[in-house]
């Protein structure tokens, strides 16, 4: 139910669109053949960031599908809604082996298919009023306008926002979403 593209960047045109299908549709379609991705299905996708030689860059209308990024470097290449530094918060990063060996089996138990749904289906019942999401719309309308800005937020960025400013009220435990939300999740 989870899919890790590494090195996105570093791979064909033919293959990313291959993934974007699978975020995109819940499917993918192999020797003509469609086939439905089981649910939940979570899309992640990592970016050498190092050096451009032998890479695909993913235009901007596929990168807008990325919600958020992790791991510094990547963010700036991927122009994502957020940006997290190494996991420091795993282990030492002096003993790799041991930080994995601690992190596995809590996110096992933690990150089951049945927690993803319940996860989802709690995110979709936030409440978010007509008032903030006019306050999303006008925030990403104004990317679209301003002149020191190359390209503004797309439709499926104000939808992401949206997500992402309910999933901040939950973090918040709150099952509303109000202004401070959004903000904390709408980067310069």
């Avoid at 990024?69 to 290449?77: I, R, Y």
Wanted: include cysteine.
């Amino acid at each position: 139910n989870l899919l890790l593209a590494d090195e996105i960047n570093r791979t064909s045109p033919k293959t990313q669109a291959a993934l974007l299908e699978a975020m995109e549709e819940h499917n993918v379609t192999f020797d003509g053949v469609t086939y439905d991705l089981p649910h939940p299905f979570i899309t992640m996708a990592t970016q050498n960031p190092m050096g451009s030689a032998g890479t695909q860059p993913l235009p901007e209308s596929q990168l807008d599908r990325f919600m958020i990024c992790l791991f510094e470097g990547v963010a700036k290449t991927m122009r994502c809604t957020a940006e997290v530094g190494y996991g420091h918060y795993l282990g030492t990063t002096d003993n790799d082996p041991e930080m994995v060996n601690r992190f596995v089996p809590i996110a096992e138990k933690a990150l089951g298919k049945e927690n993803v749904i319940e996860v989802q289906n709690y995110l979709s019942s936030v409440r978010i009023s007509d008032d903030v999401l006019k306050y999303i719309v006008l925030l990403c309308e104004k990317t679209r306008e301003m002149p020191l800005v190359e390209l503004g937020v797309s439709p499926r960025g104000v939808l992401a926002l949206v997500q992402m400013a309910k999933a901040h009220a939950v973090l918040e435990d709150r099952i509303y979403v109000i202004p401070e939300d959004v903000q904390y999740v709408f980067l310069d």
